[in-house]
């Protein structure tokens, strides 16, 4: 079992920044792949950026450039460094540990980007 943790969400204007975190439970955090996924209402939830164990990272093409996924082994941590939000990323964001199928999921931070 991983039980995660995330927080960092909040209130931003459009062109601002939040990091989150995504704090996990358990010794074997370093073997999973990581993943951050975000559902806006009305709309499917889908993933922003995720990690490997190796470190190889994979982004959405709505995020690129402006978006960092990192992770601390050492901390059992996860990030999302978001840079130039715009209104469009106002969603509940959460942290999945080992895939969308059989992974575990965390409770979600929202993100809300308005002026």
């Known amino acids: 079992q991983v039980r995660l943790v995330e927080s960092g969400g909040g209130l931003v204007q459009p062109g601002g920044s939040l990091r989150l975190s995504c704090a996990a439970s358990?010794?074997?955090?370093?073997?999973?792949?990581m993943g951050w996924y975000r559902q806006a209402p009305g709309k499917q939830r889908e993933l922003v950026a995720d990690?490997?164990?190796?470190?190889?990272?994979n982004y959405a093409d709505s995020v690129k450039g402006r978006f960092t996924i990192s992770r601390d082994n050492a901390k059992n941590t996860v990030y999302l460094q978001m840079n130039s939000l715009k209104p469009e990323d106002t969603a509940v964001y959460t942290c999945?540990?080992?895939?969308?199928?059989?992974?575990?999921w965390g409770q979600g931070t929202q993100v809300t980007v308005s002026s």
């Open positions: 990690i490997t164990s190796g470190g190889t990272t």
């Open positions: 358990g010794s074997r955090f370093s073997i999973y792949a």
């Open positions: 999945n540990a080992g895939g969308a199928v059989l992974g575990y």
